[in-house]
């Protein structure tokens, strides 16, 4: 009976390092995946666009995989033929190494979804604004600010930016006078919470209070949650009337 517990036991290790390296491998591959996605971007819009909206969930995703990993690396490490001799150490040394993994996820999450958007942030203001140079001849192109750029924007893009649906940046250049417009979707950008001051706070819904016509502008609401502290507001928004057409 000792020896076919042993046998058990031998599997139950080896099984657990098998499962281990498997679920790092999936946790590599979703990072792998993540950065080539990245380097496949044609522009800085896309480029921005692709890291908002992904690399938070690629980073989750990788923690989780990874943690579950780590979680049964330390359980083969606890588990031995004379280091585990009943059901009960059994049990024990495999909830122990399940509450270190769990630990690791729970840490890795705290982390990646409160204290990283600040270096996301960072991470898009350097794709947003880096210098850009004019293709047509080799000139470095200057980034105009907020109210240079309304000059150069649509009515209907100027729309965009005032109730937050789009953000556009305007580039010039100087010598010949040709202008590039960008248009970033700032949907998964987070913003500053008022009540705990992290930058955790991300868009709900969005609903037409007061619907614009041709004399008068509408009124947009737009619903916000905090992933840190659950706090809720609501901003509200100005559409510009209707154009004729």
Known sequence: ??????????????????????????????????????????????????????????????????????ALYVNSLFIGEYKTVNNFELIVQSVGSLVIGVMVWYITR??????????LAKHLAHIRFKKMKATWNGNEMKLLNEDEED??????????EQIFAFDYDVWIDEETGKKVVEKYDVHHTSLLCDKCRFRTLHELKEEIIVKPTITGEGKLLKHYRCDNCGNKESIEKHIAPLSDD
């Not at 042993?6 to 993540?34: C, M, P, R, T």
């Not at 982390?111 to 600040?118: F, G, K, Q, S």
């Open 110 to 119: 705290v982390i990646i979804r409160i204290y990283y958007p600040y270096i």
């Open 1 to 70: 009976m000792k020896n076919n517990y042993s046998d058990f036991i031998i599997q139950w290790q080896e099984g657990a390092e098998v499962w281990a390296l498997l679920f790092l491998f999936i946790a590599f591959s979703i990072f792998l995946f993540y950065v080539i996605g990245l380097l496949i971007g044609k522009n800085r819009t896309k480029v921005y666009e692709y890291v908002s909206s992904h690399e938070i969930p690629a980073f989750l995703n990788v923690m989780i995989f990874a943690s579950i990993s780590l």
């Open 151 to 160: 000059l150069h924007l649509t009515e209907e893009q100027i729309e965009h």
